[in-house]
């Protein structure tokens, strides 16, 4: 299989997204060994299907950061509830990477199912902030409260990650 260097990040992403573990592999290769979590990418256990899903997670997420970071150990644990189809409660504290849980969840979808991922945030600051951040991995994200309905557009519907508010008195 083709070298994802000097891809377009859109198709870089769906090479990954299709890939064999032979490929991911040797993908992986290419990112920097301190930046990886060896120690929990060596705990994988016997599901044949955890490496593979922890590796395409490590390579969208460092394709999607334009090279700059990976998922670290205890994220790529939370996030096997989405490969064994679990619901789950990450309760972690600030710095942890609970907004990457979000973007992973995302990164995983195929732009074709048109897949959208809600994420219900407390503050509308936090809306805002992690909106931003999804932008920098390149995934188009809108924030639903009080203060955007009126200037929500048919375009913005389109996006892939929705970030709201319980309630409008955040």
Known sequence: MTSLDGLP?????????????ADLTRWIATI??????ADFLDTL????TEEPFCLRLCL???????QTQVPKGLQLKAA???L????SLLCAGTGFGKTMMIVMAVLMNKPEDESVVIAI??????Q???RDSFLRYGIEAMAINEDTMATISDFDWKASGILTTPSADS
């Open 32 to 37: 920097p060994a301190e930046k990886m979590p």
């Open 121 to 126: 945030s407390p503050l509308k600051r936090l």
């Open 84 to 87: 064994h189809q679990k619901d």
């Open 60 to 66: 969208l997420v460092w394709i999607a950061s334009e």
């Open 45 to 48: 256990g016997d599901d044949v």
């Open 128 to 130: 805002t902030s992690q």
């Open 9 to 21: 990040r859109e198709k870089a992403l769906e090479l990954v997204r299709k890939a064999k573990l």
């Open 80 to 82: 096997l509830a989405f």
